[in-house]
């Protein structure tokens, strides 16, 4: 069965740094495309960043220049480094994965994580 397990979050005062982490079980991560997603209290999941097999990368406006997501096949791995984060960065971040890059890009893939909490505070 496959499995994402994400870890990594917290609380960090705005203007600080958090790297997210999801570790991959049971399928063949590097044929998986990879993306964060990430929910606010009261607001739709929406895409973060998200990183094909080939590691084409693709981020949303709002975390440009600030975040980046990386793999490490090796570890079977997904990172999101997370800097000069902003109260309006708190929220679920989850982990999600399909073969599909276009799937992943829409939440439409066939994995996900059971999320991980990022609190930033003001």
């Known amino acids: 069965q496959v499995q994402l397990v994400e870890s990594g979050g917290g609380l960090v005062q705005a203007g600080g740094s958090l790297r997210l982490s999801c570790a991959a079980s049971?399928?063949?991560?590097?044929?998986?495309?990879m993306g964060w997603y990430r929910q606010a209290p009261g607001k739709r999941r929406e895409l973060v960043a998200a990183?094909?097999?080939?590691?084409?990368?693709n981020y949303a406006d709002s975390v440009k220049g600030r975040f980046t997501i990386s793999r490490d096949n090796a570890k079977n791995t997904v990172y999101l480094q997370m800097n000069t984060l902003k109260p309006e960065d708190t929220g679920v971040y989850y982990c999600?994965?399909?073969?599909?890059?276009?799937?992943?890009?829409?939440?439409?893939?066939?994995?996900w994580g059971q999320g991980t909490q990022v609190t930033v505070s003001s």
């Open positions: 999600h994965a399909d073969p599909n890059f276009v799937l992943v890009q829409l939440s439409r893939g066939a994995y």
């Open positions: 990183v094909s097999s080939r590691s084409i990368t």
């Open positions: 049971d399928f063949i991560f590097a044929r998986n495309a």
